[in-house]
C-alpha cells in the first residue's frame, strides 16, 4: 500500500523523504510507505480507506479521531502515521462481527446514544478501552473515560447510557 | 499533510539519539508523546527538519522512588502512568492532585511529564508542579548528564534551557525532609482546555512547623511563575490562618494575568489567592488530624 501524494513541484522525488512500515489494522496486517509527516488519521482514511474514523477538530480536542494503539486509546490526529510501526491498530470498523454488532454499537442504538453520528466513532473506541479495563463502570467512571471526546449533539446524557448499556451487555455474555 | 516536510527517525539508544540531535542541528526535535509538539508542528509553528522519535528507547518509561525517597520521572512515563500510580497517591499529594487534571484521558495516554517540561507552554500544568516541589531536570548530551534546576529549566514561553543535542532523560523531586502536604488546583473551562488559573503548592512540615514551601502558578503570565516570596512566607512557623492569607496575598501579587476570554486580569488574581487559601487549609486539616 502507498498513499498518493499532491506534486507541488518544488522537490525532485529523491528528496521527498518516505518510509515503510508494518502495522495490523483490526487484526489485518498491512505494509504501507508513508511520508514521516503523515497524520495516522490520514493513513487510515486515505491510505486503508477506513472512512469510520472521523477528524472533527484536527486539533487534540474533539476526540472523534480516537483509535486504539495496542489496547490504549488515541487521537489519531495527534500521531504520525510512522509511529504506528510495529503496533496494532483498531478502529470502528472493527468493532462489528461479520453478522452482528458490537454491544457498544447495539448500546448506542438502543439509548440513542448519537444524533448526528460525527462524534460516535470516537466515543465506541475511547468506551472500548474502558470497558476492557473495568468492565463495571460507574456513570462517572464512564464521563472521566469520554471527558476527551467532544459530542454537539446529544448532551452527553444518552451516550453514558450507551456506554453503561453495552458494560452490562458484555458482562452478560461473559457470564454466559 | 499540514506538518512541513521533515525527516524521522526512530533509534533505540540515547547515544544514537543524542548524535542524531548532535548532528541534526538547531532543526532537529525530539518526539517524545507528541501531544504538544505534533499540534504546533501541524500549524507550523514548529517545522523542524529531523525528528528523533524517543518512543523507542528501553528503560524510559518509568516513575519510581529512590531509597531515600528521590522521585524520578523519565522521559517516557505517560500522565496516564501517574494519574494511576499508588506511589504517587501514597507520596505525592502535589503530584497526584495535578495528574488526573493534565489535558484529557485520551491525550494522557500519551503525553508525557517530562515533555511537558520541555514543552516549556505557560499554561503547562507540569511546570508549575514540579518548580513548587522544587524538582529538576537531567539532561543528557555528548558530554554527559547535567542537572538544571526547575526554577531555571524554563527560559520563557515555549523556551527552555536543554542545548540542541540534550535530551531531558528525567525530572527528579527530591525527598522531603518533613511531611509533605500541599497540592494543585486547576480552573479550567471544561476537561482538556488549558489552565485559566492553576496554583501548586507545596510544603513540608516537621515538628509542627513549615519547614519548606514552594508556590508555583500556571496561565497567569508569560510563563510559569515561581512565586517564592509567597512560599517564604510560610516557613518557619506552623501554618495559622495568617501565615495562609499572607501567602496567598503575595501569591496574588506574583501573578501577572492578562484579560482574555477565559477571564479578566482581576479573576485570575483572585482564583490565585481564593486556591493558594483552599490548598493550604485543606493540608492544614490533614496536619491537624495526623496530629489529633
Redesign the interface.
Known amino acids: 500500500m502507498t498513499i498518493v501524494?499532491e506534486d507541488r513541484g518544488d522537490e525532485t522525488a529523491a528528496d521527498?523523504?518516505v518510509?515503510r512500515i508494518k502495522f495490523s489494522i483490526n487484526g489485518q496486517k498491512k505494509i504501507a510507505e508513508v511520508?514521516?509527516?503523515?497524520?495516522l488519521s490520514?493513513l487510515i482514511r486515505r491510505g486503508v480507506q477506513l472512512t469510520g474514523t472521523h477528524m472533527g477538530c484536527?486539533?487534540?480536542?474533539c476526540?472523534a479521531c480516537?483509535v486504539l494503539v495496542d489496547g490504549?486509546?488515541?487521537?489519531s490526529?495527534?500521531?504520525?502515521a510512522?509511529?504506528a510501526?510495529g503496533h496494532e491498530i483498531s478502529t470502528v470498523e472493527g468493532l462489528a462481527g461479520a453478522s452482528e454488532l458490537h454491544p457498544l454499537q447495539e448500546g448506542f442504538k438502543q439509548e440513542h446514544g448519537l444524533q448526528c453520528g460525527f462524534c460516535t466513532p470516537g466515543m465506541m473506541m475511547?468506551a472500548k478501552a474502558l470497558l476492557a479495563e473495568n468492565p463495571d463502570p460507574t456513570e462517572d467512571e464512564v464521563r472521566?473515560?469520554l471527558?476527551?471526546?467532544l459530542c454537539r449533539c446529544t448532551g452527553y446524557q444518552n451516550i453514558v447510557k450507551s456506554v453503561l448499556w453495552a458494560a452490562e451487555k458484555l458482562r452478560a455474555q461473559g457470564a454466559d | 499533510m499540514y506538518p512541513s516536510r521533515f525527516s524521522y527517525e526512530a533509534p533505540r539508544s540515547l547515544s544514537e539519539a543524542i548524535s542524531l540531535l548532535h548532528d541534526g542541528g538547531d532543526d532537529a526535535k525530539v518526539l517524545a508523546g507528541g501531544q504538544s509538539l505534533v499540534p504546533l508542528m501541524k500549524l507550523r509553528f514548529a517545522s523542524p527538519e529531523l525528528v528523533v522519535d524517543i518512543n523507542n528507547i528501553p528503560g524510559l518509561d518509568y516513575h519510581r522512588e529512590d531509597a531515600d525517597g528521590t522521585l524520578r520521572i523519565g522521559a517516557l512515563c505517560r500522565h496516564v502512568h501517574l494519574e494511576r500510580s499508588d506511589l504517587l497517591k501514597s507520596k505525592q499529594p502535589v503530584m497526584a492532585a495535578a495528574a488526573p487534571v493534565i489535558a484529557d484521558p485520551i491525550v494522557r495516554n500519551r503525553g508525557t511529564l517530562v515533555g511537558s517540561l520541555c514543552h516549556a507552554d505557560p499554561q503547562g500544568d507540569w511546570a508549575s508542579v514540579v518548580t513548587a516541589l522544587g524538582g529538576h531536570v537531567v539532561a543528557q548530551g555528548p558530554a554527559g548528564k547535567r542537572t538544571i534546576p526547575m526554577a531555571s529549566f524554563v527560559t520563557g514561553p515555549f523556551q527552555n534551557a536543554l542545548a540542541h543535542d540534550e535530551i531531558a532523560i528525567e525530572a527528579v523531586i527530591p525527598a522531603p525532609v518533613g511531611t509533605r502536604a500541599g497540592g494543585y488546583l486547576k480552573l479550567e473551562r471544561r476537561v482538556g482546555d488549558f489552565a485559566t488559573v492553576g496554583v501548586a503548592v507545596a510544603i513540608e512540615t516537621s515538628g509542627g512547623a513549615v519547614t519548606r514551601a514552594g508556590i508555583a502558578l500556571t496561565g497567569v503570565g508569560g510563563s510559569t511563575i515561581n512565586a517564592a516570596e509567597a512560599a517564604s512566607a510560610l516557613v518557619g512557623t506552623p501554618l495559622s490562618a495568617e501565615s495562609i492569607e499572607r501567602a496567598a496575598d503575595l501569591a496574588a501579587q506574583a501573578a501577572n494575568p492578562r484579560t482574555d476570554h477565559r477571564g479578566s486580569a482581576e479573576y485570575k488574581r483572585h482564583m490565585v489567592r481564593t486556591f493558594v487559601v483552599r490548598i493550604l487549609s485543606r493540608a492544614d486539616g490533614t496536619a491537624a488530624e495526623r496530629a489529633a
Open positions: 501524494y521527498v523523504p518510509r511520508e514521516p509527516r503523515l497524520l490520514h484536527d486539533t487534540t480536542n476526540g480516537t490504549q486509546p488515541v487521537k490526529c495527534t500521531m504520525f510512522v509511529q510501526d475511547a472521566w473515560a471527558s476527551g471526546n
